[in-house]
């Protein structure tokens, strides 16, 4: 599998270290610059995806219950496995994972898993029975070089996304595990204590020249690595020397505090990220009510006529409903085909002035005697 990875010409080889010596790199970075980071999340919690310059990686997570090890009973696992795509790199080959998968996987288990990032105990349901076993697959889609940096960074930020389904015990016994739905009881997330970032460094001409965040090509030409695992407090939680050239220990020191600064900087990213992609989602589940659609109303013809002789203006409404006759004191007004909305006071109003005199009264002596004299008068 070695054969097939790029190896430069002489003539690139002498030209990259030659720039190293000035400072320079071949994409115009600095010597301690990192490539420019993007951080992405899936429609699905617990997914991500990182692209650090032409290095692109996907990280999903996965989660089942298993019974605990019997070393520790109260103790979830937490489990990485890397899948080289052979579209990523001709020296990936499918199948089998090879030296540099395995070699990946192994540095990042280190840095999470024995750092203890992630509350072990927190994933425990039952004693001895039942823990939460968490999977983390890395996909490498694109090798652009440090993939160990890239691949840190989304097995983070899928961490942080994640949600387990929340479980209950019951049953006769108080043994048995009740998985409910997410529809039914909100997931709960992982609850993890602090961020190791892995930051990776390269090593030129015998040590002494160190760059931050090797490419590709870079990687082909130097003679070693290595990679700090450190949180933003500053705490080292792993450390891993790749290569046959020797460093001096006063150039790692330089190096771990290099890695402290830049591992404050990329927990910042991926926190800020994380709390765009949850307040996101948080808004999606908002129940909003749907707009209004406008309706189509039907309005009634309405023609207006002008009476001769200063008569009043009087409106006649186009139904199909038969004609009404109005009272016979309203002499001065036409049959009207039925009663709509724009007539039905004012016929009400006629109606009551050719039968009264004057308005309505709450008095009940006054409502018998008109009630009498209507009986008389018709």
């Known amino acids: 599998m070695e054969h097939l990875r790029w190896r430069p010409s002489v003539n690139e080889r002498e030209f990259i270290e030659t720039a190293l010596q000035s400072d320079l790199r071949v994409d115009g970075r600095h010597s301690f610059d990192f490539r420019k980071l993007r951080i992405s999340f899936g429609r699905e919690d617990g997914s991500s995806e990182v692209q650090l310059g032409e290095t692109h990686v996907l990280g999903y997570v996965t989660a089942q219950l298993v019974q605990p090890y019997r070393d520790r009973p109260n103790e979830g696992t937490l489990a990485i496995f890397t899948e080289f795509s052979p579209m990523a790199d001709p020296a ?30 927190s994933l425990c349901v039952v004693a001895g029975k039942h823990v939460w076993s968490v999977r983390v697959d890395l996909h490498i889609l694109d090798n652009g070089g440090n993939l160990i940096d890239a691949a840190n960074i989304a097995a983070l930020a899928a961490l942080s996304t994640f949600r387990r389904p929340e479980c209950t015990v019951g049953g006769d016994d108080g043994q048995q595990v009740i998985v409910h739905d997410p529809e039914v009881r909100d997931p709960l997330p992982l609850t993890i204590h602090h961020m190791p970032i892995a930051v990776t460094f390269a090593y030129f001409g015998e040590g002494n020249i160190v760059v931050i965040d090797p490419t590709y090509k870079e990687e082909a030409v130097m003679g070693g690595r290595m990679t700090a695992t450190i949180n933003s407090n500053g705490d080292i939680c792993a450390i891993q020397k790749a290569g ?41 589940k908002v129940k909003r009510l749907p707009a209004m659609l406008p309706q189509k109303i039907n309005v009634i013809d309405v023609t207006m006529e002008d009476k001769v002789d200063g008569e009043l203006e009087t409106q006649t409404v186009k139904t199909p409903s038969e004609v009404q006759e109005i009272s016979k004191g309203d002499e001065d007004h036409r049959n009207l085909k039925g009663n709509s909305p724009l007539t039905g006071d004012r016929i009400a109003k006629q109606k009551q002035t050719s039968t009264f005199s004057g308005g309505p009264s709450n008095c009940p002596d006054f409502c018998h005697v008109g009630t009498h004299i209507l009986k008389e008068f018709h």
């Open 92 to 121: 990936f080959e499918p199948g089998r994972p090879g030296e540099s998968a395995i070699e990946l996987g192994r540095v990042i288990d280190r840095g999470l898993r024995e750092s203890r990032a992630v509350d072990m105990e």
């Open 244 to 284: 046959g050239e020797g460093v001096m220990s006063s150039v790692v020191m330089q190096c771990l505090r290099i890695a402290s600064v830049k591992a404050a900087d990329i927990t910042s990213k991926i926190k800020k990220a994380v709390d765009s992609y949850t307040t996101e989602k948080a808004l999606k």
